[in-house]
């Protein structure tokens, strides 16, 4: 069982910064790949970013590459994803995503955090 705690969403400037933050309860964090995704009101939910059990491999959705980066610390069990140059678009509620193997989808979600982008 995992549980996964989204945090430092919030309000930002268009060519702002923030930096969310995946905490996870288990001692097998490392075992699962861990993603972000967004959704924003009235649109589907995206894949923003996936980043592998080592932090070895990483992809990225084309609407945030160069922009955002996925990092994970395995020691705190943690996955960050900082996010530069932020738009008006990045406007959506951020939650992060466990899985064992993404090919058969996520097994644990977090609640999600806000992220508000302001022109």
């Known amino acids: 069982q995992v549980q996964l705690v989204e945090s430092g969403g919030g309000l930002a400037q268009a060519g702002g910064s923030l930096r969310l933050s995946c905490a996870a309860s288990?001692?097998?964090?490392?075992?699962?790949?861990i993603s972000w995704f967004r959704q924003a009101p009235g649109q589907e939910r995206e894949l923003v970013a996936t980043i592998s059990r080592s932090g070895g491999s990483t992809d990225y959705a084309d609407s945030v590459k160069g922009r955002f980066t996925i990092s994970r610390d395995n020691a705190k069990n943690t996955v960050y994803l900082q996010m530069n140059s932020l738009k008006p678009e990045d406007t959506a509620v951020y939650y992060c995503?466990?899985?064992?193997?993404?090919?058969?989808?996520?097994?644990?979600w977090g609640q999600g955090t806000q992220v508000t982008v302001s022109s």
């Open positions: 995503a466990a899985t064992q193997v993404p090919e058969d989808g996520y097994d644990y």
């Open positions: 288990g001692r097998t964090f490392s075992h699962y790949y």
